[in-house]
């Protein structure tokens, strides 16, 4: 694909074509215009009993991003320590998800469906969204990331 280009498909309730405009962006992702929101990043396995702040999403270069939700999913234990926030700013991590914790996701079947805060902060091109364990677990315990967003 070029780096505009249209997406072609069947409807498959009527079954007429649909064309799309799309825009490939350098990082190999794929711009709809128009899209409300879209998934940007899944992030398996992210440690809840480190320090080090983890990489949750990359901005591509040639875009703005919105974050519109954020899914934690599949935690390997209960969740009964680990406080976490996710942002853009280094030192905090806390312009999109402020810190909290999350003691509803008790296990591997439950995921809970986060909302970025109020006056969240617009990343800019070439951004990272991280996230903080400002409370660490205090045993192993991962979980999966689902970043869901809007590039502008």
């Known amino acids: 694909m070029s780096s505009s280009d249209v997406l072609k498909g069947i409807n498959p309730a009527t079954g007429e074509s649909i064309l799309l405009p799309i825009k490939i962006l ?3 992702s794929m711009l709809i215009p128009g899209l409300p929101q879209m998934k940007l990043a899944t ?3 992210v440690d809840l009993n480190n320090v080090a702040t ?3 999403y990359t901005v591509p270069n040639e875009v703005s991003c919105i974050i519109t939700a954020i899914v934690v999913r599949k935690a390997s234990i209960s969740l009964s320590t680990v406080s976490f926030s996710i ?3 280094s030192a905090s991590y806390n ?3 402020a810190n909290a914790t999350h003691t509803e996701l008790a296990g591997p079947t439950l995921a809970t469906v986060l909302a970025p805060k109020t006056g969240m902060l617009i ?3 070439g951004s990272v969204l991280k996230l903080k364990n400002n409370t ?3 045993a192993p315990a991962t979980a999966s990331f689902d970043i869901f967003g809007m590039l502008l």
């Open 95 to 97: 312009d999109v998800l």
């Open 87 to 89: 942002g853009w700013t």
């Open 123 to 125: 990343a800019t091109p």
């Open 136 to 138: 660490q677990q205090g």
């Open 54 to 56: 983890p990489a949750l």
């Open 26 to 28: 350098t990082d190999g």
């Open 43 to 45: 992030v398996d396995l």
